[in-house]
T-cell receptor, first 113, second 111 residues
């Protein structure tokens, strides 16, 4: 079956612009996670959704970052007033429930110039 | 602070060697994951464990809850095993619901 998909695969933007990154989880997975991976580092947790609600957003670095999952499936990570330090690979993962194996998408590589 | 430490950071070995990658963490966990990431590629989950030992093909993962330590072993290593191996945990006791990751071990298996 289809795995986790993310679009776009690459995004180049200018400092100060707004970007949206999309994640399509595996069908039926209620848990969805966003992570960020900077070059040479392990991923860092951003936010976790259980169904439509953000159950844990403790990893979001500041209020420029926001994520939604309005129908409990597709999720969008939104970054306002992008900064060069936001450049990273943004990873999405989904699992059946919180305690199950997470399946990762290919990531969106964001470059802020 | 809840932390995950991996060692070694880099490992180069010859084809056929037995490989061990270590992971230690600072406080109690509900689950530990071993993940594989190829250069430019996505992340694949290898194991999720909360106790004991799991085996899949040439890969073996063990965890010692009391010692707060896990190991990933690769038997009869092959150049296609070359990748970054990442340990990640979900801390228990009110920590974040997402995983906390180690920095990864960059493994190169030479033919």
């Amino acid at each position: 079956g289809a795995g986790v998909s993310q679009t776009p695969s690459n995004k180049v933007t200018e400092k100060g612009k707004y970007v949206e990154l999309r994640c399509d989880p595996i069908s039926g997975h209620t848990a969805l996670y966003w992570y960020r991976q900077s070059l040479g580092q392990g991923p860092e947790f951003l936010i976790y959704f259980q169904g439509t609600g953000a159950a844990d957003d403790s990893g979001l670095p500041n209020d420029r970052f926001f994520a939604v999952r309005p129908e409990g499936s597709v999720s969008t990570l939104k970054i306002q007033r992008t900064e060069r330090g936001d450049s990273a690979v943004y990873l999405c993962a989904s699992s059946l429930t919180l305690q199950e194996t997470q399946y990762f998408g290919p990531g969106t590589r964001l470059l802020v110039l | 602070k809840n932390e995950v430490e991996q060692s070694p950071q880099n490992l180069t070995a010859q084809e056929g060697e037995f490989i061990t990658i270590n992971c230690s963490y600072s406080v109690g966990i509900s689950a530990l994951h071993w993940l594989q990431q190829h250069p430019g590629g996505g992340i694949v989950s290898l194991f999720m464990l909360s106790s004991g030992k799991k085996k899949h093909g040439r890969l073996i993962a063990t965890i010692n809850i009391q010692e707060k330590h896990s190991s990933l072993h690769i038997t009869a290593s092959h150049p296609r095993d070359s990748a970054v191996y990442i340990c990640a945990v979900r801390f228990s006791g009110g920590g974040a619901d997402g995983l906390t990751f180690g920095k990864g071990t960059h493994l190169i298996i030479q033919p």
